[in-house]
T-cell receptor
Framework: DQQVKQNSPSLSVQEGRISILNCDYTNSMFDYFLWYKKYPAEGPTFLISISSIKDKNEDGRFTVFLNKSAKHLSLHIVPSQPGDSAVYFCAARGSEKLVFGKGTKLTVNP | DAGVIQSPRHEVTEMGQEVTLRCKPISGHNSLFWYRQTMMRGLELLIYFNNNVPIDDSGMPEDRFSAKMPNASFSTLKIQPSEPRDSAVYFC???????????FGSGTRLTVV
């Protein structure tokens, strides 16, 4: 039973436009949510996070939104750049461990 | 800091053979995690250690898998005997206890033929 779901395996956007990656979760006890970015042949790297007591966190071109009532979070990248092309993993922390979604492959076309 | 170091980067082995994956966490980190990445299941947690003690091994698929952490700077994940369905990328990650973010190694790509 997947506790963290990323329902879109892939997303393709044009350079300069907005990329929106979505994530749903089932466990209301999660206290932190994170996004990781992964390039081929590398390990995932931390991108941005949000506490369960907040609804928005922004870091440069990256913004994460949390809707607790819907158990949904999203990552917005504006403007998207070709270097953003990677697999993005949504993760949630519960019981001192991170649970990851399956990932969404983002392709930003020049 | 060199980050989390995993070895080998690639491993190809025959079904039935023993495989040992190695991990050196970031110095000072006291939590260590082993994850496996597959297309079907994404990133799944196999086991994690806190202060060298296994805390949760509920993700270890079966008795063929075992993990040890003999000291704060070294951990191994062993598969004996290996099977083709074990083919995946195995990641090790470390963190400070209680921190919400982990630092991942570059992974070991395991292929069992």
């Amino acid at each position: 039973d997947q506790q963290v779901k990323q329902n879109s395996p892939s997303l393709s956007v044009q350079e300069g436009r907005i990329s929106i990656l979505n994530c749903d979760y089932t466990n209301s006890m999660f206290d932190y949510f994170l996004w990781y970015k992964k390039y081929p042949a590398e390990g995932p790297t931390f991108l941005i996070s949000i506490s369960s007591i907040k609804d928005k966190n922004e870091d440069g071109r990256f913004t994460v939104f949390l809707n607790k009532s819907a158990k949904h979070l999203s990552l917005h990248i504006v403007p998207s750049q070709p270097g953003d092309s990677a697999v993005y993993f949504c993760a949630a922390r519960g019981s001192e461990k991170l649970v990851f979604g399956k990932g969404t492959k983002l392709t930003v076309n020049p | 800091d060199a980050g989390v170091i995993q070895s080998p980067r690639h491993e190809v082995t025959e079904m039935g053979q023993e495989v040992t994956l190695r991990c050196k966490p970031i110095s000072g980190h006291n939590s260590l995690f082993w994850y496996r990445q597959t297309m079907m299941r994404g990133l799944e947690l196999l086991i994690y250690f806190n202060n060298n003690v296994p805390i949760d091994d509920s993700g270890m698929p079966e008795d063929r898998f075992s993990a040890k952490m003999p000291n704060a700077s070294f951990s191994t994940l062993k598969i004996q005997p290996s099977e083709p369905r074990d083919s995946a990328v195995y990641f090790c990650a470390s963190s400070l206890s209680g921190a919400y973010g982990y630092t991942f190694g570059s992974g070991t790509r395991l292929t069992v033929v």
